[in-house]
């Protein structure tokens, strides 16, 4: 058994706020903001799996009206949902992530958050994919306003695995 989930998250760019993007710091001049650290794609891969599990999503599960969540890792959100995906019998066979943003350039930093998202998730690193695309200047994204994130997750059955 298989099951497909899919993410998506955006966020305003705002001064005084560090920018973190799949579960590392990068150096930029604005950061994400958001009740949480603002982590566009880690935010996306739990919706993704929250959703490849119906069991809904990032909102029910962390409310922006919980004040234990206010400023907390995404990392730590990540855990809980990989724990919870776990304690239903699934793991992560593939996670396709696209980051839109016009700056900073991800390139440089593809490899590192791979690795980081795949070290939350307990998988090989060659299970995560990153892509960074722009806006080509259209919208809040292309102006610089914004970052988002989409996400599709296939998870596996581990009970039926061989």
């Not at 980051?99 to 090989?124: F, G, K, N, S, Y």
Request: proline share 2%; net charge negative; hydrophobic share 45%.
């Amino acid at each position: 058994m298989i099951r497909i989930g899919h993410g998506y998250d955006l966020h305003r760019l705002v001064e005084g706020r560090a920018l973190m993007l799949g579960g590392i710091r990068i150096d930029h001049s604005r950061g994400l903001l958001g009740h949480s650290d603002g982590d566009v794609v880690l935010h996306a891969v739990c919706d993704a799996i929250l959703g490849a599990l119906a069991i809904g999503d990032i909102g029910q599960h962390f409310p922006d009206s919980d004040e234990r969540f206010r400023g907390v890792a995404s990392s730590e959100l990540v855990r809980d949902v990989a724990r919870l995906m776990r304690d239903e019998g699934w793991q992560v066979s593939n996670l396709d992530i696209t980051v839109c943003a016009e700056q900073p350039r991800l390139a440089p930093h593809r490899l590192t958050m791979r690795t980081r998202i795949a070290e939350l998730l307990a998988v090989p690193v060659t299970c995560v994919s990153i892509k960074a695309k722009t806006n080509e200047g259209v919208d809040a994204i292309g102006r610089g306003e914004a970052i988002a994130a989409t996400v599709v997750v296939l998870l596996g059955d581990v009970t039926r695995a061989s």
